[in-house]
């Protein structure tokens, strides 16, 4: 099992840059995706970004250019950089660990709320 715990969201004027943060409960390493989703109000909860343990990355198409995904691994942490925010970016952004097996495996952390005002 995998717990997750995000941090650093916030309310930031558009324009803006924050820094998600996403803490696991056990190595990331070997964790073989680690992902970003978001869900705003009466929308489906989408992907944002994703990082696989070979360190290959895939984000969606709305915020290619301006957000990153990054872990560290010496702290099992992974990271969202987030640069121009816009209002749409609006949304409670939620921690994924994907582990392969028999299927797959996810995990969620609680989300952290980030919202852009214009």
């Known amino acids: 099992q995998v717990q997750l715990v995000e941090s650093g969201g916030g309310l930031v004027q558009a324009g803006g840059s924050l820094r998600l943060s996403c803490a696991a409960s056990?190595?990331?390493?070997?964790?073989?995706?680690m992902g970003w989703y978001r869900q705003a109000p009466g929308k489906q909860r989408e992907l944002v970004a994703s990082?696989?343990?070979?360190?290959?990355?895939n984000y969606a198409d709305s915020v290619k250019g301006r957000f990153t995904i990054a872990r560290d691994n010496a702290k099992n942490t992974v990271y969202l950089q987030m640069i121009s925010l816009k209002p749409d970016d609006t949304a409670v952004y939620y921690c994924?660990?994907?582990?392969?097996?028999?299927?797959?495996?996810?995990?969620w952390g609680q989300g952290t709320q980030v919202t852009v005002s214009s």
């Open positions: 056990r190595s990331i390493s070997s964790i073989n995706i």
């Open positions: 994924n660990a994907r582990l392969y097996g028999v299927g797959h495996y996810d995990y």
């Open positions: 990082l696989t343990s070979g360190g290959n990355t």
